[in-house]
């Protein structure tokens, strides 16, 4: 079975400086791996996602990821956190084995920028 | 715009009354989910369709029901059979369901049982 895990609830980080939200992953095949962002009593949004190829992956509004297939890891990251990223992100994952490919969400991480 | 409509946004139910959540979109997208999302426990699939006249059952079908008869369009029927209806309910489409694409999400509707 396939799984997700966001070992942080919640995230503190200063305006300014760099924030990662931590994410890994359990799947028996090939992953393809996306981040998403909720604002308050709204849908997700997409940020990223990686399928193959190069490890770092670059998205909206300056965020990427760095796929760790060792650690099977795939973490978030900013260079620059602002006030307006606070807000609750989402890992997940598909399993590319089987016919119909699950997505499996992790629980959420609550990011709080700090001005 | 291209995307997808849920409604109501906001929906206050008694014990025992059925009702339909909404969900429409416009992306000529052949695969559409429900999501019910609860605090602390993240995105949880209720039901999953892959083509117009099909959907599966998917971790928390209990309580729910859905039709696909157009392709745009996936309602969600919460019935007097789900003991814990109080959630916010999410829809989302995708290209198909065993490709690189990402989930494109609704708004959400939140249900409210009195």
């Known amino acids: 079975a396939q799984s997700v895990a966001q070992p942080e609830d919640q995230v503190n980080v200063a305006e300014g400086n760099p924030l990662t939200v931590k994410c890994t992953y359990s799947?028996?095949?090939?992953?393809?791996l996306f981040w998403y962002v909720q604002y308050p009593n709204r849908g997700l949004q997409f940020l990223l996602k990686y399928i193959t190829g190069d490890n770092l992956v670059k998205g909206s509004y300056g965020f990427e990821a760095e796929f760790n297939k060792s650690q099977t890891s795939f973490h978030l990251k900013k260079p620059s956190a602002l006030v307006s990223d606070s807000a609750l992100y989402f890992c997940?994952?598909?399993?590319?084995?089987?016919?119909?490919?699950?997505?499996?969400f992790g629980i959420g991480t609550k990011l709080q920028v700090i001005p | 715009d291209g995307g997808i409509t849920q409604s109501p946004k906001y929906l206050f139910r008694k014990e025992g009354q059925n009702v339909t959540l909404s969900c429409e979109q416009n992306?000529?997208?052949?695969?559409m989910y429900w999501y019910r999302q609860d605090p602390g426990q993240g995105l949880r699939l209720i039901y999953y369709?892959?083509?117009?006249?099909?959907?599966q059952k998917g971790d928390i079908a209990e309580g729910y029901s859905v039709s696909r008869e157009k392709k745009e369009s996936f309602p969600l029927t919460v019935t007097s059979a789900q003991k814990n209806p109080t959630a916010f309910y999410l829809c989302?489409?995708?290209?198909?369901?065993?490709?690189?694409?990402?989930?494109?999400f609704g708004e959400g509707s939140r249900l409210t049982v009195l």
């Open positions: 989302a489409s995708s290209i198909g369901t065993a490709n690189t694409g990402e989930l494109f």
């Open positions: 997940a994952v598909r399993d590319t084995s089987g016919g119909y490919q699950k997505v499996t």
């Open positions: 799947v028996s095949g090939n992953p393809y």
């Open positions: 992306l000529n997208h052949d695969a």
């Open positions: 369709s892959q083509i117009v006249n099909d959907f």
